[in-house]
């Protein structure tokens, strides 16, 4: 079914044991910008402690949430290892526009020492150094102060009007075929 009204994702939400840990990760790691950090029921209908953070110019591409009544508990470093308790989202993504970028990031990551839970990986099964899986980019997935996964990518394939995958240097990747067009 082709919609068509909804344009892009703009931002993500997610809910954090300690607000002042992430403020420092984002920024310090990420290089998000603090836009307004709001306490539990500044406005009636919130209960909760709300944090804008952004990229670019945008308000905000991201969203801490935090429950002062909470009892927060540490997730496992692997999102498939939880066995127990509601669904969770696996991963959120971040893309750098070009390869420097993206390499700069990693280099910040190592000297800050921040667990990598994956990568530098290439994501292919059509390069030699591919690691069999999809979306032709390099990505690095790291996890922030309260476990959750974050993946670091640049050079993601792009969806030709045949449905075929373009790679990053223009060039069909062979045997792709997107499901919907």
């Excluded at 044991?17 to 539990?40: M, V």
Aim: proline share 6%; with cysteine; net charge negative.
């Amino acid at each position: 079914m082709k919609h068509g009204a909804i344009a892009r994702m703009q931002h993500f939400s997610m809910e954090v044991s300690n607000t002042d840990k992430s403020i420092e990760f984002y920024r310090k790691i990420l290089g998000f910008k603090l836009t307004e950090r709001h306490k539990a029921f500044e406005v009636p209908a919130i209960p909760v402690e709300l944090t804008f953070m952004r990229l670019g110019d945008a308000h905000h591409e991201l969203v801490l949430v935090h429950n002062p009544k909470k009892k927060y508990r540490k997730r496992p470093s692997r999102p498939e290892d939880d066995l127990d308790g509601p669904p969770s989202f696996h991963h959120f993504a971040l893309e750098c526009d070009t390869r420097d970028d993206w390499l700069k990031v990693v280099s910040i990551i190592n000297e800050n020492s921040i667990e990598v839970v994956r990568g530098p990986v290439v994501h292919s099964g059509y390069v030699s150094s591919g690691d069999g899986s999809w979306g032709e980019n390099e990505a690095i997935y790291i996890l922030d102060p309260d476990g959750h996964r974050v993946e670091i990518f640049w050079a993601l394939a792009k969806i030709g009007i045949d449905g075929t995958h373009i790679n990053v240097k223009g060039e069909k990747v062979p045997g792709t075929k997107t499901e919907e067009l």
